[in-house]
């Protein structure tokens, strides 16, 4: 049953450590109706929360009743150069939808996404980016109605093993190993970099910064284990990576290949 609330009797201000545990439930109540799922732990936020340029004041917002019940959050991701997208998440409670919330967090995320014009190159084009499942109809209508067009899918593909692969065949000359990150983790950034030049959406990020946002997400991710990101090499060279997580929310049973890439010359 939906409780009756006006957004003008709302408040809204930025995220607060504490608040984490409640934002973390909007977004696994949201996907446990329309998957069965509880893929968003605190760490989700916290790493984002904590990430070089995103600022927690600036760049969040949470809404509350009266009463102090969370009832919904935004953010606003445009840290990284050269800052020609802004990319949006967000969540209202199960109980307080079709109530003008979500409307009402679109439009400060919107202001908010505004302030990437003054840090964009002069001239670029900068974008106003989210993103719905196909099955989330009320997530697909607000952002519709905020005047935003569907411009890309993803598919999320999965096969049930019922015992061990086929082991694979090399090319010749090619060996795949589990990166040693101590020494290896700046060449993994850089044929990340490579091989994602021709995909859809790619930003030239300047090196240092992807390295920095790449440690640091591996540093505030309890999960991240470093014997499921591995390497091709053709000879010495790194060609291809293809990283891996141990698991796809909290299912236990079923690990996720996150970010498979091959440069261009092989």
């Known amino acids: 049953m939906l409780a009756e609330l006006s957004p003008t009797t709302l408040t809204t201000r930025a995220p607060r450590a504490e608040d984490v545990d409640a934002i973390v439930e909007l977004f696994n109540a949201h996907t446990r ?3 069965g799922e509880n893929p968003h732990y605190p760490e989700d936020f916290t790493s984002l929360w904590t990430a070089p340029g995103f600022n927690l004041d600036t760049d969040a917002r949470v809404a509350l009743t009266p009463e102090g019940t969370l009832v919904g959050y935004i953010h606003v991701q445009d840290m990284v150069p050269p800052h ?5 998440g967000g969540r209202v409670h199960l109980d ?3 109530q ?3 409307t009402m967090l679109m439009e400060w995320a919107e202001s908010r996404a505004m302030q990437a014009l003054d840090k964009a190159p002069e001239g670029t084009r900068v974008l106003f980016e989210g993103g719905a499942s196909s099955i989330d109809k009320s997530s697909d209508a607000l952002l519709r109605s905020r005047g935003m067009e569907p411009i890309r899918h993803f598919f999320r593909m999965l096969i049930e093993f019922n015992g061990q692969p086929p082991a694979p065949v090399w090319p010749e000359g090619m060996t795949v190993r589990a990166v040693d990150e101590k020494t290896e983790l700046e060449e993994v950034v850089r044929t990340y970099q490579a091989s994602f030049r ?5 930003l030239d990020v300047p090196f240092e910064t992807m390295l920095q946002y790449i440690q640091h997400m591996i540093s505030t991710d309890p999960l991240h284990d470093p014997s499921l990101w591995f390497a091709a090499y053709d000879g010495d060279q790194m060609a291809a990576i293809c990283l891996c997580d141990p698991r796809i929310g909290s299912r236990a ?3 996720m290949v996150n970010i498979l890439g091959v440069r261009r010359e092989w």
């Open 84 to 88: 020609v997208v802004a990319q949006i």
């Open 100 to 102: 003008g919330i979500g």
């Open 198 to 202: 021709d995909h859809w959406g790619y």
């Open 33 to 35: 109706e329309l998957f």
């Open 96 to 98: 307080y939808r079709r």
């Open 253 to 255: 049973d079923t690990a």
